[in-house]
């Protein structure tokens, strides 16, 4: 046990240096930077449409690029494609396995992923031949639950897994290009950069990582959290990440700076960030929270500036559409709202 402790002290020392060296170039805090700006006003947005037609918890959506249609995924079993502003149903797509955590929208509008505790990416095709929705192919090789999954192309998806590892896959042939490994704990989120050649990946060993793509290498890592990383997101210019945890708090991390700039809690939130979206601007940030609101924040002031309240349990996940004219919630009341 003596060579793992001198190991393990070793590896704190070296965290420390890290964390010296990271604030010694650190010439200016985001609070100076932002002083002359003041708190943006109170943010008020109300419910315009209300989907209805899941059975049961929902616990992921995501927008088309067309910032009209989205998808959602249930644990009833079923994947709808919805028409966010008729709020009519494109399409119900059954499922192999009800277990679903997490569903995605390919950027061409032709192809939706989902998965979950079948530990597969299942891909489904969207404009097939003859009107139905068929799988295209199931992404089988992670051997935990698939926490989340993100299209990169028609060709290409990358998917994280309670296995501890991201994969990118060739949806062709099925096939795993990269395996990303290094974190140490279940990873519960991923998000791919506005130019697509990086990601980020938060996970339950209370650490956020930047991944390459092209390398297929980890390029940053970021500590500070207390707890579980449950959602995180690419700040919209690409040069920041934000993060939400278990421990009740949001974070922004600065990848040029290479350290964490400004925390997001209140003494009165005591419960976990189950999901979070940045505004088109970045200047507000959505969290949804295991207490059944949305907080709105100033990204710049670290003040609430608004509350989302509508849902009757756990908000469980959020976006705000490519247009930033939207922002839709699902929650595990199972319905959906789209707000602005």
């Not at 929705?133 to 992404?139: A, D, N, P, Y």
């Not at 099925?174 to 989120?189: E, P, R, V, Y």
């Not at 200047?283 to 003040?303: C, P, Q, T």
Request: glycine residues 8%; hydrophobic residues 40%.
């Amino acid at each position: 046990m003596g060579e793992m402790e001198q190991l393990r002290k070793e590896a704190d020392s070296l965290k420390d240096q890290i964390t010296a060296a990271r604030k010694a170039v650190q010439d200016t805090t985001l609070q100076e930077a932002a002083a002359g700006i003041t708190v943006v006003g109170r943010v008020q947005l109300k419910t315009r449409k209300t989907l209805r037609g899941h059975l049961a918890k929902i616990y992921a959506m995501h927008w088309s690029t067309d910032s009209k249609l989205c998808v959602s995924a249930s644990q009833d079993g079923k994947l709808i494609v919805w028409d966010s502003i008729s709020t009519n149903k494109v399409n119900a797509i059954p499922l192999k396995s009800s277990w679903v955590m997490t569903c995605a929208y390919a950027p061409s509008g032709n192809l939706v992923a989902c998965g979950g505790l079948d530990n597969m990416c299942s891909i489904y095709n969207l404009k097939g031949k003859d009107g139905n929705v068929k799988v295209m192919r199931e992404l089988a090789a992670h051997t935990g639950y698939l926490s989340c999954c993100r299209f990169l192309s028609d060709s290409e998806i990358i998917t994280s897994s309670g296995d501890c590892t991201c994969v990118l896959w060739d949806i062709e042939t099925g096939t795993q290009k990269t395996i990303f490994a290094g974190h140490q704990g279940d990873c519960m989120s991923l998000a791919v950069s506005p130019d697509f050649k990086f990601f980020i990946s938060g996970a339950c060993d209370f650490t956020a990582k930047l991944w390459d793509i092209r390398e297929d290498a980890c390029r940053q890592t970021f500590a500070g959290h207390d707890s579980d990383i449950n959602a995180i997101g690419f700040f919209p210019n690409g040069n920041a990440v934000i993060t939400g945890s278990d421990d009740a708090t949001c974070k922004l991390y600065d990848l040029r700076a290479d350290q964490d700039l400004i925390t997001y809690q209140d003494s009165t939130i005591m419960c976990g960030v189950t999901s979070l979206a940045p505004s088109l601007s970045g200047r507000l940030i959505l969290a949804g929270y295991d207490d059944f609101n949305v907080n709105i924040w100033d990204s710049l002031k670290s003040e609430r500036v608004g509350v989302l309240a509508g849902h009757d349990n756990r908000v469980s996940c959020i976006g705000v559409s490519s247009d930033g004219m939207a922002c839709c919630t699902g929650s595990w009341d199972s319905f959906l709202k789209i707000w602005n």
